[in-house]
Nanobody, 121 residues
Framework: VQLQASGGGLVQAGESLRLSCAAS????????VGWFRQAPGKGREFVSA??????GYADSVKGRFTISRDNAKNTVYLQMNSLKPEDTAVYFC?????????????????WGQGTQVTVSS
């Protein structure tokens, strides 16, 4: 599986962005998918994930971000509303066939290249 993330950019606080993650490969619809981010000088952190049975968000983005997927297009989305400067980071999409994959990046074995999101105050 290859993943291609896109949709990042520079926005002002309060604005929205939608990230996309296009996947190649069969059986992608059965994979868990996740979004993670890494801010400068910080470690990679969980943002949101959608497994076969669970959909969830980090507390810092709950109520503002929405993850979705279009299996016909092999694409996962992250709608980000009410963006804050602290959301500034490189965002990565990830996928895994491991049923344990959810909020821990340890279980994801396919990663996109990252897309930069910058939110100005």
């Amino acid at each position: 599986v290859q993943l291609q993330a896109s949709g990042g950019g520079l926005v002002q606080a309060g604005e929205s962005l939608r990230l996309s993650c296009a996947a190649s490969g069969r059986a992608f619809s059965s994979y868990a998918v996740g979004w993670f981010r890494q801010a400068p000088g910080k470690g990679r952190e969980f943002v949101s994930a959608m497994s076969r049975v669970l959909t969830g968000y980090a507390d810092s983005v709950k109520g503002r971000f929405t993850i979705s997927r279009d299996n016909a297009k092999n694409t996962v989305y992250l709608q980000m509303n009410s963006l804050k400067p602290e959301d500034t980071a490189v965002y990565f999409c990830a996928a895994s066939a491991n049923p344990k994959a959810y909020s821990s990046d340890y279980f994801y074995n396919y990663w996109g290249q990252g897309t930069q999101v910058t939110v100005s105050s």
